[in-house]
């Protein structure tokens, strides 16, 4: 299995908290993503990292924000937590080599009240 | 990125391989196809790509027809493990700026 580990597996917290999701890999992959899921949408990708400190957006990024300071670590930040953002987060990462698959954590289950 | 179709669900008797068939039509020459499978809430699991060839590793075999348009995965021997939602998808190489979508997939229940 691919070194993927996200952090914390389970989280419960309140509207308007800050909540930040760690994704942690041992492959020095240059690629990472985040993605949600939620029934019936399937998994969207938030944002994403091409290297330390190079990240972009992805189709549901409002209200999320990012950081890549080392290569084995990527944040994703809820500045204010909604509970439009309860959801499953899915942290993948790949291989710069050509063609190479995505490879997921085990997931971070939100929610919030 | 090409669409992809593929049966809403499908049954497999245990032992037996499982033929999971997806349609791709409208594939582009740069893109590969992808095979993904998610076993209850856990992440998504690869599990077999390819471009153009027929590909074979320790979980499946991929089938993938002449002009590209269609493709198989092949579970040879499936146990009650292989129960899952399996996904097909097509995407182009482009240096990681990439994101996958997955569709609805093929809900595979393997029967004891």
């Known amino acids: 299995d691919a070194g993927i580990t996200q952090s914390p597996r389970h989280k419960v917290t309140e509207t308007g908290t800050p909540v930040t999701l760690r994704c942690h890999q041992t492959?020095?992959?240059?690629?990472m993503y985040w993605y949600r899921q939620d029934p019936g949408h399937g998994l969207r990708l938030i944002h994403y990292s091409y290297g330390v400190k190079d990240t972009d957006k992805g189709e549901v990024s409002d209200g999320y924000s990012v950081s890549r300071s080392k290569t084995e670590d990527f944040l994703l930040t809820l500045e204010s937590a909604t509970s439009s953002q309860t959801s499953v987060y899915f942290c993948?990462?790949?291989?710069?080599?050509?063609?190479?698959?995505?490879?997921f954590g085990d997931g971070t289950r939100l929610s919030i009240l | 990125d090409a669409k992809t179709t593929q049966p809403p669900s499908m049954d497999c008797a245990e032992g037996r391989a499982a033929n999971l068939p997806c349609n791709h039509s409208t594939i582009s020459g740069n893109e590969y196809v992808y095979w993904y499978r998610q076993i209850h809430s856990q992440g998504p699991q690869y599990i077999i790509h390819?471009?153009?060839n027929n590909e074979t590793n320790e979980m499946a075999s991929l089938i993938i027809t002449e002009d590209r348009k269609s493709s198989t995965l092949i579970l040879p021997h499936a146990t009650l493990r292989d129960t899952a939602v399996y996904y097909c998808i097509v995407r182009a190489v482009n240096f990681g700026n990439e994101k996958l979508t997955f569709g609805t997939g093929t809900r595979l229940t393997i029967i004891p």
């Open positions: 993948a990462i790949k291989s710069s080599r050509d063609g190479q698959p995505q490879h």
């Open positions: 492959e020095n992959h240059r690629y």
């Open positions: 390819g471009l153009k």
